[in-house]
């Protein structure tokens, strides 16, 4: 009967002492810290991974994690420096770097996340506000992200949380506005086309103008020359007659006569009314060219005078 009570009494005791060593165990995983809290009083932070020990009962364990968390931030609009609206998406990284101040202050990272949210906006609203749109569209972007940054990091550490990156996702125009700057920009745009074409238009009228001066001076200097030429080939066809006339002079005025006729009497219906006897078919009364007179032959001492040849076509 003792033995039987001795064994339950032993029983009783061996749980009782694994229920307090299971109590007063706790693991600490690599990806969080342990803030150990007794009857409500914060005692110690644990951030060494493995198994660590505790007071049974009256401590408990509150895990924080201590990776890199994420901060969304809804889009929010402001106001820049030249008064142009922007609606900003941005974002913010941000890690617990003391557990007991943030548990003290904040208590869980949802709470935590609403708080720096208050935060973020705030800064995006006093950096940006600052700048104009397009020091925070194109040129100084990095270097506003980095202010924005260190100022949600100062006003962060009183919660126990470092920053460690923020960032803007998107910096754009409301739609409205967006629309009204896309109309300005072609507006721009065709005015500037319109310019280039009436440029344009002008080069190619100077262009025009200076060909068209060219080929009248072309043609001027061309029919100058060729008037010339002209002229000195008329004027070597009347030495070239003139020699030949004083060569042989009945030779002569035969040769122009009968290229006269050649000319003259051409198969078009040409018709003349002279008299037969006149001076310029009197090769056709006499092979001497000799004027015939009431229809005898004319004296041997008379001699006609040599008509002036016609005028060849050129």
Same mark, same amino acid.
């Given at each position: 009967?003792?033995?039987?009570?001795?064994?339950?009494?032993?029983?009783?005791?061996?749980?009782? =002492?694994?229920? #307090?060593?299971?109590?007063? @165990?706790?693991?600490?995983?690599?990806?969080?810290?342990? /803030?150990?809290?007794? $009857? !409500?009083?914060?005692?110690?932070?644990?951030?060494?991974?493995?198994?660590?020990?505790?007071?049974?009962?009256?401590?408990?364990?509150?895990?924080?994690?201590?990776r890199i968390l994420d901060l969304e931030n809804p889009s929010q609009e402001v106001i820049a420096a030249d008064q142009k609206r922007l609606v900003v998406d941005a974002f913010a990284r941000y890690r617990i770097k003391n557990a007991l101040r943030f548990?003290?202050? =904040?208590?869980? #990272?949802?709470?935590?996340? @609403?708080?720096?949210?208050?935060?973020?906006?705030?800064? /995006?609203?006093?950096? $940006? !506000?600052?700048?104009?749109?397009?020091?925070?569209?194109?040129?100084?972007?990095?270097?506003?992200?980095?202010?924005?940054?260190?100022?949600?990091?100062?006003?962060?550490?009183?919660?126990?949380?470092?920053?460690?990156?923020?960032?803007?996702?998107?910096?754009?125009?409301?739609?409205?506005?967006?629309?009204?700057?896309?109309?300005?920009?072609?507006?721009?745009?065709?005015?500037?086309?319109?310019?280039?074409?009436?440029?344009?238009?002008?080069?190619?009228?100077?262009?025009?103008?200076?060909?068209?001066?060219?080929?009248?001076?072309?043609?001027?200097?061309?029919?100058?020359?060729?008037?010339?030429?002209?002229?000195?080939?008329?004027?070597?066809?009347?030495?070239?007659?003139?020699?030949?006339?004083?060569?042989?002079?009945?030779?002569?005025?035969?040769?122009?006569?009968?290229?006269?006729?050649?000319?003259?009497?051409?198969?078009?219906?040409?018709?003349?009314?002279?008299?037969?006897?006149?001076?310029?078919?009197?090769?056709?009364?006499?092979?001497?060219?000799?004027?015939?007179?009431?229809?005898?032959?004319?004296?041997?001492a008379a001699t006609p005078a040599v008509p002036a040849a016609p005028a060849v076509p050129r």
């Amino acid at each position: 009967m003792k033995a039987g009570v001795a064994g339950v009494v032993a029983l009783i005791v061996t749980l009782v =002492v694994i229920v #307090v060593v299971w109590s007063s @165990l706790f693991t600490v995983r690599q990806t969080e810290q342990v /803030l150990l809290v007794r $009857l !409500g009083e914060p005692v110690r932070v644990v951030t060494e991974p493995g198994l660590h020990f505790k007071a049974p009962f009256i401590d408990s364990v509150i895990s924080i994690d201590k990776r890199i968390l994420d901060l969304e931030n809804p889009s929010q609009e402001v106001i820049a420096a030249d008064q142009k609206r922007l609606v900003v998406d941005a974002f913010a990284r941000y890690r617990i770097k003391n557990a007991l101040r943030f548990y003290q202050s =904040v208590g869980s #990272v949802p709470a935590a996340n @609403l708080q720096l949210t208050t935060l973020l906006n705030a800064a /995006l609203r006093r950096v $940006l !506000g600052e700048v104009t749109f397009i020091q925070v569209v194109r040129d100084e972007r990095e270097a506003l992200m980095g202010r924005i940054r260190s100022q949600l990091d100062r006003e962060a550490e009183n919660y126990g949380i470092s920053v460690v990156d923020v960032r803007i996702r998107r910096a754009d125009l409301p739609d409205q506005n967006s629309l009204a700057v896309y109309q300005r920009m072609q507006t721009e745009r065709q005015r500037e086309a319109a310019e280039f074409r009436a440029q344009g238009g002008q080069k190619a009228q100077e262009i025009r103008s200076k060909a068209d001066r060219d080929v009248t001076v072309i043609i001027a200097e061309a029919n100058s020359q060729a008037e010339e030429i002209r002229g000195s080939g008329d004027a070597e066809r009347n030495r070239l007659f003139a020699t030949a006339y004083s060569k042989d002079p009945d030779f002569f005025a035969f040769y122009r006569s009968m290229t006269a006729y050649e000319q003259a009497l051409k198969s078009n219906d040409t018709r003349f009314l002279l008299r037969p006897d006149s001076d310029f078919f009197r090769f056709f009364g006499s092979a001497e060219g000799r004027a015939a007179t009431n229809g005898a032959a004319p004296s041997a001492a008379a001699t006609p005078a040599v008509p002036a040849a016609p005028a060849v076509p050129r």
